[in-house]
């Protein structure tokens, strides 16, 4: 539910394999420019789908793009990557930030809503206060906030994705084992997100299924059983 196809050294070749596979993918874009070429990339694979977006960290740079973001948001099924970033480098930019996810929030409820793939790092509580007023629904990617937040989260109603590299730490795995069962999905978030320092790739999801296996003490066919049904039933929300 979260991974940079475009962002690939070869993604047409990702793409191929992510073919031959079966992989589904909601491939994040980071930019509104970036939606054109990203979305030929899912030509032909209905497994494949685009998400609109303009991540928190590039917002200082890429603003003046929400134009842009508004035209093709009545195309756009999915948005994200969108969200905001406390971190060291970026917290400085939070003005602006704020100005460009409040202008998508606003743009999505008019637009009737979407599932949205949301970055929260360093952010979840303002994260989650402006997401009070959403119609669209939020799908939190490798969330890291407190656990206090992630309750506040869950009765919201959010949804989570989680992959390898935030199941491979002990708060992320602690964090993802308080995610009701039937909130959860997987990701990559590749080619950013790494485990045993190698960029993630779309069907490394199988890694996540068996930490998340480990996590909940039951099969891994169950997990994928669990996972599917999530995902049917979230996609059929949207
Ligand atoms: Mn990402």
Redesign the pocket.
């Known amino acids: 539910m979260?991974c940079?196809l475009d962002l690939y050294p070869d993604p047409h070749q990702v793409a191929a394999q992510c073919r031959l596979n079966g992989t589904y993918i909601l491939s994040?874009t980071t930019t509104p420019k970036a939606w054109a070429g990203t979305s030929k990339l899912a030509a032909n694979n209905s497994r494949i789908r685009t998400a609109l977006g303009l991540?928190p960290q590039l917002a200082h740079e890429r603003h003046s793009e929400l134009e842009l973001f508004d035209q093709l948001l009545p195309n756009a099924k999915y948005v994200g990557?969108i969200g905001l970033d406390g971190g060291k480098g970026f917290k400085e930019h939070w003005a602006v930030q704020l100005k460009v996810f409040r202008h998508a929030l606003t743009s999505i409820n008019r637009a009737g809503g979407r599932i949205m793939s949301i970055?929260s790092r360093v952010s979840a509580e303002a994260v989650l206060e402006e997401l009070k007023s959403t119609s669209g629904i939020p799908l939190l990617?490798w969330f890291s906030g407190t656990r206090r937040q992630l309750k506040q989260a869950v009765d919201m109603g959010c949804w989570f994705s989680t992959g390898p590299a935030m199941l491979s730490t002990k708060k992320g795995a602690e964090l993802a084992s308080l995610i009701p069962k039937n909130r959860l999905l997987t990701e990559t978030?590749g080619p950013?997100g790494k485990y045993q320092h190698k960029s993630l790739l779309p069907w490394d999801v199988d890694i996540a299924v068996k930490q998340i296996s480990n996590i909940w003490s039951v099969p891994e066919s169950e997990v994928t059983h669990q996972l599917m049904s999530n995902f049917r039933t979230l996609v059929s929300n949207g």
């Open positions: 979260h940079h994040i991540h990557e970055h990617h978030d950013f």
